[in-house]
């Protein structure tokens, strides 16, 4: 899963960031979006260390897989994250609050590697290759590769989806306390057949995306 960093780095990025974004379908609650960086520095050489847990796409890994390997890249990686909630999709729409805390995700991983690697932004902007998951490319000040199901051919964007997955099922487990009738922390805010019924039985919360189908169908129709 290296061959993408691989070309990046013999096209002449020596810093190269994995991007990627949890929770663009469900309806309810926020989009995270993360970034990481493997080395601590830029890289002279390619060489990008093993990792004890396994590092997949995201939606392959069990829970507690993806609870172990969140801690190693924790220990391990420089890492963003970004987050925009509920309230923000609507007011957007979905792609542009996905694109908005990806710009989040990157702008804080960059700030923090600046700072570990003693850098400035300026100086090191063309040595930065930014892999991301999707079709989309050009929303960053960086160079930017879109791979289609990236998390599953870059290990840096399988990083990236973990981080995002994590940290996102964290959020929604934390409303399942707040909103415990929708059943958040099983479904994670997707359109269950349990969630809809809870949407139909109790009518949305405060968290539901009122631009997302059923309640943007409901409100139109009123």
Not at 96 to 120: D, E, G, H, W, Y
Not at 135 to 161: E, M
Not at 194 to 222: Q, T
Request: some cysteine; aromatic content about 10%.
């Amino acid at each position: 899963m290296l061959s993408w960093e691989k070309k990046a780095f013999l096209e002449g990025a020596s810093i190269i960031v994995g991007l990627d974004e949890a929770g663009r379908g469900p309806l309810a609650g926020p989009v995270v979006a993360g970034a990481v960086i493997l080395g601590l520095s830029p890289l002279k050489r390619f060489r990008i260390q093993r990792y004890k847990e396994r590092i997949d796409d995201s939606k392959k890994l069990q829970p507690l897989e993806r609870e172990r390997a969140f801690k190693e890249i924790s220990a391990r990686a420089v890492f963003g994250i970004g987050i925009k909630d509920h309230k923000y999709i609507d007011r957007v729409n979905i792609h542009m609050a996905t694109l908005s805390a990806m710009k989040q995700a990157v702008k804080k991983l960059i700030s923090k590697f600046c700072r570990l690697a003693n850098k400035k932004e300026i100086d090191i902007q063309k040595d930065i290759c930014v892999l991301v998951d999707g079709v989309f490319g050009g929303f960053l000040p960086y160079k930017t590769t879109p791979i289609i199901k990236g998390d599953s051919k870059s290990f840096s964007i399988a990083a990236a989806s973990i981080m995002a997955k994590v940290t996102r099922d964290a959020i929604m487990n934390q409303y399942d306390k707040k909103y415990p009738l929708y059943g958040f922390s099983k479904h994670k805010g997707y359109g269950t057949k349990f969630h809809l019924e809870a949407m139909k039985r109790y009518g949305p919360c405060s968290i539901h995306r009122k631009s997302f189908a059923p309640l943007k169908n409901d409100i139109c129709e009123n």
